[in-house]
């Protein structure tokens, strides 16, 4: 008998992907957990039925979330990771050679313990000393930080459930007194393709509290309309403060997706996305 799993990532559209093996089911106190062996994906973790990474293809939002906003910044010392139990932000943040310390912040234990377990090479930087883990609500945890983080990248999951409060004006707010001068944050923005009020939404919010708002894009199979995005946001750098960055050349040795080309490609806007992101107007913020 064939095992499939199937992710419904629009009314009409279902993404099915066939498994050899369950390796992991449970449920934690806030939502279901699963890892399956999938024939074209490898190993693939679930939230609630969703699809959050693959072995196969998790390297792109990974490096994509950790190293624009970090080479953008001058002296990235201290980092902060909200949700990202899997551990794969972390791992890209440590390879910039300033780091001092990188906090994760996840409100699921269940989710860091499980992917310790089954996805080694995600989270198998999680026990290096430089790593700080807070198994806490972020939202709770980012009104507590004041002028700490140089860098602040909030790896969420969708805004329901336990990612709920990662997409509220007041959040934002607390998450930029939390910057150093200097300071950027990164965050998930959801699908242009496949969640195009979600994205109006998170960008509305964004601009309210951030002068420098900058959205960049790339391709994800795995993800609901295989396309994904990302804010850029501080409040004095801009992307282009790290287009030359000398770390650049070094990550391209150990990077699967990022180089120099794609760091400055990233920020071209097809024109729907420019009107889902901006309004009819379609204006693109610099970058």
Known sequence: MELWVTEEHLKAVRLSY?????????ESSFQTIDVVDTVAYGRMLLL????????KDEFVYHEMISHIPMLAHPNPKKVLVI????GGT?????????????VLCEIDGDVIDVSRRFLPSIAGKLDEPRVDIQVRDGVAYIAEQKNRFDVILIDSTDPIGPGEGLFTEEFYRNVKAALTENGIMANQSESPVANPRE???????LGKVFPAVVPYVATIPTYPGHYWSWAFCSESRKPSDGFDNPVAAELEKDCRFFNRDVHKAVFALPNFVRERIYGEAGVAASC
Request: net charge negative; charged share 25%.
């Open 83 to 86: 949700g990202g139990g899997d």
């Open 18 to 26: 066939k498994i050899t093996e369950t390796l992991y089911h449970g």
């Open 48 to 55: 609630d039925g969703l699809v959050m990474t693959t072995e």
């Open 90 to 102: 972390v791992r890209e943040v440590l390879k910039h050679p300033s780091v001092e310390e990188v």
């Open 199 to 205: 994205i109006r939404l998170v960008y509305t919010l």
